[in-house]
């Protein structure tokens, strides 16, 4: 009898613990890529360093509800390995959240959800603002080698193209592939 309640509160446990997840999955790679870059304008030359990372299956995902209950909210908090966190939220729409939720961009006006290492994603689902189901989710984001692109040069036509350094940067990982 003991055998068959530890056995239904195992079933009982892994099945409220699943009812959300990340569409693009719960494993991921971090892939960090830099290179130089000389750009030459019509008034000055510089060298340009250029660095970038991203996601692997991707770096942004909406999130999934697979319970029968209706829900209309999602709110997520991933708490990293050094005990810092990070809230986000989104409403949802046919159990799928109505934004991807940036999971590694981080720029001026955007901070990533996920960072290095092991990620504990607590979400709670909820209707009407009152609480539906809530759990909790192991997301993994593993570090790889940083690859390397090859030098580069780029002739620009005015000096706005040789100041603008993120797109510089992004024209010269997107003609070598991400330095693949």
Known sequence: MKLALLMFGLL???TAMASGSFVKGLNYKANNIQGQVSVY?????????CYDSYLSPGSYSKFTYSGDKKVDKVELEAIYEDGKSRKKSSKMKK???KRNFNLWIG???QRPLLNYGENIVKYVFTNNGKEVESGELSVQVERT???YCPWASYRGFNESDCNNTASICSNYFRRY???Q
């Open 145 to 147: 080698a940083t690859r």
């Open 41 to 49: 304008c019509p008034n000055t030359s510089r060298i340009i360093n």
């Open 12 to 14: 009982f446990t892994s």
């Open 177 to 179: 592939n991400d330095c």
């Open 107 to 109: 720029s001026l006006l």
């Open 95 to 97: 159990n799928v959240s």
